[in-house]
């Protein structure tokens, strides 16, 4: 399956810019690979807590009961 790619940017505090680096070149692998692979990691818990968030706002207003 091939995977489509979207260039982006994210501004990082210099610190774990530096860790990336140090990393990637330890390694010999790009900054972008372990960026891509951290978002990718954690893009499912991040989902899953704003969804948890949501329904917990809903349950709390009234919008929504648990049984």
């Given at each position: 399956?091939?995977?489509?790619y979207m260039p982006t940017s994210v501004r990082l505090p210099q610190e774990?810019?530096?860790?990336?680096?140090?990393?990637?070149?330890?390694t010999g692998r790009s900054k972008a690979f372990y960026i891509r692979?951290?978002?990718?990691?954690y893009l499912d818990e991040l989902e899953?807590?704003?969804?948890?968030e949501q329904t917990?706002?809903?349950i709390k207003?009234?919008?929504?009961?648990?049984?």
């Amino acid at each position: 399956m091939y995977m489509k790619y979207m260039p982006t940017s994210v501004r990082l505090p210099q610190e774990a810019e530096d860790r990336l680096t140090a990393l990637s070149q330890k390694t010999g692998r790009s900054k972008a690979f372990y960026i891509r692979s951290a978002i990718l990691e954690y893009l499912d818990e991040l989902e899953d807590i704003y969804l948890a968030e949501q329904t917990l706002k809903r349950i709390k207003n009234g919008e929504e009961r648990v049984y």
